[in-house]
């Protein structure tokens, strides 16, 4: 409510001249507001039962706060009596959790979820709709996916003590086929994530451009349609000339509209509004975000989002503080338990294995022990460490940053791989320094205090 309010019969009322604009961007949560958010969730069974290896405390992180946040990437149901089948050719694994995860989640702390990412159909749309269910039942706020377009790209919201928030998820990296789409004419809408397409250019020297220029007008069918000095399009590749090879991306202006008009949307019918996005851009490689990213989290908050939330290439990236506002370009993976995750026909045959031989967990080991075309192996142990973020607000501006190194167990064996725990003195301080390092771009200061990383403002 406004400054300018006053009570009269019990009800508030505003003094004439006075009103709140409905496109308010400003926070308006309790004091001592917290925010608890991590990365990726690829977590296959309920964790809160198991041997206690150090995650005991990490639950206790998760459930200190008004909102913890996380990125979903499994579907939840029980494959036994399941309808649906696994999309065609994607070509990894399926992930896949039993429905004894949803009160599991509960239990650990968790009450908001992202679910736009390209996990999100690996089960269809009937994956998509028990996943849902499942959540929904234990009183999970998630948003992202839905019917149509409408439906993922909605604000879902969570009501708190200190204040209503707001989630609106969306995804830049997605698989074919499972970006949601609204009716048009005869024609239903299709069930899908809320995508935020990207169009990606490969940015070379003038002499690169010039031999890939010579390359292109000796291709037959090549037809010069207009003026095409400082780029050209070869076999579907757009190349741009610059100072040096690197990856460009351009976000879709009618999904940057429609983003940013949830975001306001969500605003207005909430106290708290996160945004998060999900993907890899430019690889999993890199430590750096896409060269889009920055202007559009920043218009995102100017849009009325409180917090930038970015997750996808399982690594941590920098951190940046925008308007007294949070905005983490990658925090990692959280959990990466894929221990009962089925791995498709695709996936043995891509790694060379036969299911008639080989196993699950051996097709799983391999494809971390190689990785992908444009991405590092996954045993990298880089993969394997994460942080815990605790942003606290006072008075309606942001008062603290903690942030909590996690270590996913790398040297441990498959079968006990993958479960956080708070990572030792030394694993801390080589997480910590390379956030600092990686944050310093953005103007970020970060304090280490007790193996804690610490923004003030």
């Known amino acids: 409510m406004g400054k300018h309010l006053y009570e009269h019969d019990n009800h508030l009322v505003q003094p004439s001249g006075c009103y709140d604009t409905v496109g308010s961007t400003e926070t308006n949560i309790a004091d001592g507001f917290t925010m608890v958010a991590v990365g990726d969730l690829i977590v296959t069974r309920p964790l809160t039962k198991g041997r206690d290896l150090g995650f005991g405390t990490v639950v206790e992180l998760l459930r200190d706060a008004d909102v913890t946040f996380g990125n979903m990437e499994t579907n939840l149901f029980d494959i036994r009596s399941f309808s649906g089948s696994p999309q ?64 993922a790209s909605a604000p879902h919201f969570l009501e708190t003590p200190r204040g209503r928030v707001a989630l609106v998820s969306f995804a830049s990296t997605f698989t074919p086929m499972s970006r949601a789409a609204d009716p048009a004419g005869e024609a239903s809408g299709r069930a899908g994530v809320n995508a935020l397409r990207l169009t990606r250019s490969v940015v070379v020297t003038s002499d690169m451009l010039e031999s890939l220029r010579q390359i292109r007008n000796e291709l037959p069918g090549f037809k010069l349609c207009q003026d095409d000095s400082d780029h050209i399009v070869l076999a579907g590749t757009i190349y741009k000339a610059g100072e040096k090879a690197s990856y460009s991306y351009e976000a879709n202006p009618r999904d940057v509209t429609d983003v940013l008009l949830n975001v306001r949307r969500g605003k207005q019918f909430s106290d708290f509004c996160i945004a998060t996005n999900h993907g890899h851009e430019p ?171 610490i923004i003030r403002l």
Do not use: C
């Open 88 to 151: 065609a050719e994607y070509g990894g694994a399926y992930h896949i959790s039993l429905p004894e995860l949803g009160p599991d989640l509960k239990l650990m702390g968790f009450n908001l979820l992202s679910r736009a990412n390209n996990h999100s159909f690996d089960w269809g749309v009937e994956g998509m709709r028990e996943t849902s269910r499942v959540l929904d039942q234990n009183g999970i706020i998630h948003s992202g996916v839905g019917e149509n377009l409408a439906q």
């Open 283 to 453: 690889g999993n490689w890199s430590q750096e975000p896409a060269n889009y990213e920055q202007s559009f989290a920043h218009r995102l908050i100017d849009a009325g989002a409180d917090a930038y939330v970015a997750h996808g290439p399982h690594q941590l990236r920098g951190i940046e503080i925008y308007k007294d506002r949070p905005i983490f370009y990658s925090l990692g993976n959280f959990v990466m338990d894929d221990l009962r995750t089925p791995v498709g026909a695709d996936m043995f045959a891509a790694y060379g294995k036969d299911p008639r031989i080989h196993t699950d967990a051996e097709v799983t080991v391999s494809e971390m022990a190689t990785g992908y075309e444009t991405a590092p192996a996954l045993s990298d142990p880089v993969f394997y460490e994460g942080m815990i973020t605790v942003t606290r607000f006072e008075r309606n501006r942001l008062a603290e940053l903690r942030l909590h190194p996690i270590e996913l167990g790398h040297s441990r064996r498959f079968a006990n791989r993958g479960i956080p725990v708070l990572a030792s003195r030394q694993q801390a301080k080589g997480i910590l320094e390379r956030v600092q390092k990686l944050s310093k771009p953005f103007g970020t200061q970060i304090a280490i205090e007790n193996d804690v990383g």
